[in-house]
T-cell receptor
Framework: GAVVSQHPSWVICKSGTSVKIECRSLDFQATTMFWYRQFPKQSLMLMATSNEGSKATYEQGVEKDKFLINHASLTLSTLTVTSAHPEDSSFYIC????????????FGDGTRLSIL | AQTVTQSQPEMSVQEAETVTLSCTYDTSESDYYLFWYKQPPSRQMILVIRQEAYKQQNATENRFSVNFQKAAKSFSLKISDSQLGDAAMYFCAYRSARSGNTPLVFGKGTRLSVIA
């Protein structure tokens, strides 16, 4: 079945560092990918919709300069957390859906980001 | 905007018994999809079951079934013969069918404990 690969699974870095998270659709093309953020014991909150070849659409309250999204190909979207601070520590999950209205959405395994 | 409400933050069930998780949603659309996702401690998002709004028949997947009441905008999940492996967070989710690029909207989740 369709698989979404997310890398890295866990990253710890110092405050002020920029961190890039990759999301790949392994066996299907995804013109759209979604980035979610999940705080402990909370639900998934949509951060942005990543569109191949165009700018991402950010949800209200999400800083586009802080969370840079690039969707340069039909199988890869990246989320870069720029100048990360401890409050950016969270679990980030990407998802993608194959073309076709009836296709289910597939999720990456998530990235646990810890900023010291 | 669509919203999804899960009114039970936590539920528990005895092993081999049946439990029902509640979900209501608010939408003005007539065509949409509803989902239940399971998130175990590994934090993987696992699709449990899906329902197309245009289908009157309730979806079933082995021990999992839903009670879809479109007029009441209710979408509950029934887990029969509960197993220890069913312990997880369960998220109800909504997706509009108006285009191929609509994201999932999640409820806040219900934490299910299974008692041996």
């Amino acid at each position: 079945g369709a698989v979404v690969s997310q890398h890295p699974s866990w990253v710890i870095c110092k405050s002020g560092t920029s961190v890039k998270i990759e999301c790949r659709s392994l066996d299907f093309q995804a013109t759209t990918m979604f980035w979610y953020r999940q705080f402990p014991k909370q639900s998934l909150m949509l951060m942005a919709t990543s569109n191949e070849g165009s700018k991402a659409t950010y949800e209200q309250g999400v800083e586009k300069d802080k969370f840079l999204i690039n969707h340069a190909s039909l199988t890869l979207s990246t989320l870069t957390v720029t100048s990360a601070h401890p409050e950016d520590s969270s679990f980030y999950i990407c998802s993608a859906r194959p073309q076709g209205e009836d296709q289910p959405q597939h999720f990456g395994d998530g990235t646990r980001l810890s900023i010291l | 905007a669509q919203t999804v409400t899960q009114s039970q933050p936590e539920m528990s069930v005895q092993e081999a018994e049946t439990v029902t998780l509640s979900c209501t949603y608010d939408t003005s659309e007539s065509d949409y999809y509803l989902f239940w996702y399971k998130q175990p401690p590994s934090r993987q998002m696992i699709l449990v079951i899906r329902q197309e709004a245009y289908k009157q028949q309730n979806a079933t997947e082995n021990r999992f079934s839903v009670n879809f009441q479109k007029a009441a905008k209710s979408f509950s999940l029934k887990i029969s013969d509960s197993q220890l492996g069913d312990a997880a967070m369960y998220f109800c989710a909504y997706r509009s069918a108006r285009s191929g690029n609509t994201p999932l909207v999640f409820g806040k989740g219900t934490r299910l404990s299974v008692i041996a």
